[in-house]
T-cell receptor
Framework: QQQVKQSPQSLIVQKGGIPIINCAYE??????FPWYQQFPGKGPALLIA?????SEKKEGRFTISFNKSAKQFSLHIMDSQPGDSATYFC???????????FGEGTQLTVNP | SAVISQKPSRDICQRGTSLTIQCQVD?????MFWYRQQPGQSLTLIAT?????????ESGFVIDKFPISRPNLTFSTLTVSNLSPEDSSIYLC?????FGQGYTFGSGTRLTVV
């Protein structure tokens, strides 16, 4: 019930490509869905987040698509750059102030 | 959003000893979270620390192994006790920012047990 399943485990794209990372959840009580970006040796940094009353959110080159009926959400990175090479984690939370449940992570490589 | 200073950034410890990790936040926060991230893996919650009360531990984590202090609203420590090589991991603290700003993470402590 508390799990968030993330795919793919790894992803390689060319510069300018649009990598898509998918997450699925079971717990309908989740009310907040963030994506984190983590570089080696650093803590995760919040990239973008969405709430279930919105189907899409865009911030710069990053877009979250949210499908409430399918209990799925995805991250799209437009015009990807080598500097986007990192590990991406989706997460979900039940209520404000409570713990985050993380997906397994996706290691993204953007080749020049 | 909150800024977290986590120390130490890395340490190499002898088997059987303990390591205490500190997290200092630049603003008052109610909840602080401690995570473990094993190499190449996702983040696993160890415990939630609320100021003025005992920490709440997740399944598989116990207070004797991972004692936590939360003396005020800006500071917490996690101790990893009786170290074994299996404790080699990255440990991270996190806080929930106010006003929907999301969760901020410290930069992590990379622990190697030899």
């Amino acid at each position: 019930q508390q799990q968030v399943k993330q795919s793919p485990q790894s992803l390689i794209v060319q510069k300018g490509g649009i990598p898509i990372i998918n997450c699925a959840y079971e717990n309908t009580a989740f009310d907040y869905f963030p994506w984190y970006q983590q570089f080696p040796g650093k803590g995760p940094a919040l990239l973008i987040a969405i709430r279930p009353d919105v189907s899409e959110k865009k911030e710069g080159r990053f877009t979250i698509s949210f499908n409430k009926s399918a209990k799925q959400f995805s991250l799209h990175i437009m015009d990807s750059q080598p500097g986007d090479s990192a590990t991406y984690f989706c997460a979900a939370r039940v209520t404000s102030g409570s713990r985050l449940t993380f997906g397994e992570g996706t290691q993204l490589t953007v080749n020049p | 959003s909150a800024v977290i200073s986590q120390k130490p950034s890395r340490d190499i410890c002898q088997r059987g000893t303990s390591l205490t990790i500190q997290c200092q936040v630049d603003s008052q926060v109610t909840m602080m979270f401690w995570y473990r991230q094993q190499p190449g893996q996702s983040l696993t919650l160890i415990a939630t620390a609320n100021q003025g009360s005992e920490a709440t531990y997740e399944s598989g984590f116990v207070i004797d192994k991972f004692p936590i202090s939360r003396p005020n609203l800006t500071f917490s420590t996690l101790t990893v006790s009786n170290l074994s090589p299996e404790d080699s991991s990255i440990y991270l603290c996190s806080v929930d920012n106010s006003f929907g700003q999301g969760y901020t993470f410290g930069s992590g402590t990379r622990l190697t047990v030899v």
